[in-house]
């Protein structure tokens, strides 16, 4: 996983988008809990968030239910996470 103030990778292929932003913890988790339901093993999911709460709960999130962070960046007070479901 790499974190970074950086452009968004151009070499992640992002299968879903997940606007969290103007959410306040727990509710940017319990949506992405939700959107990963949908998606298949090995897609990825971008979340945008505005929480600085997710900075913590979005890597517990992958750890304990074993998916993959793949990166995260913050950029002007916004969060991104690119997540890759197991």
């Known amino acids: 996983m790499t ?3 950086s452009p968004e990778p151009t070499t992640i292929h992002v299968d879903d988008t997940l606007d969290a932003r ?12 939700s959107a990963f339901r949908d998606l298949d093993s090995g897609q990825v999911l971008k979340l945008l968030a505005t929480d600085p709460s997710t900075t913590r709960d979005v890597p517990k999130f992958c750890h304990f239910l074993g998916h993959e962070l793949l990166q995260q960046q913050q950029t002007d007070g916004e969060f991104h ?3 890759q479901k197991k």
Do not use: A, K, S
């Open 3 to 5: 974190t970074e103030n």
């Open 22 to 33: 103007g959410l306040f913890c727990p509710e940017p988790v319990m949506m992405l809990h």
């Open 81 to 83: 996470y690119w997540l």
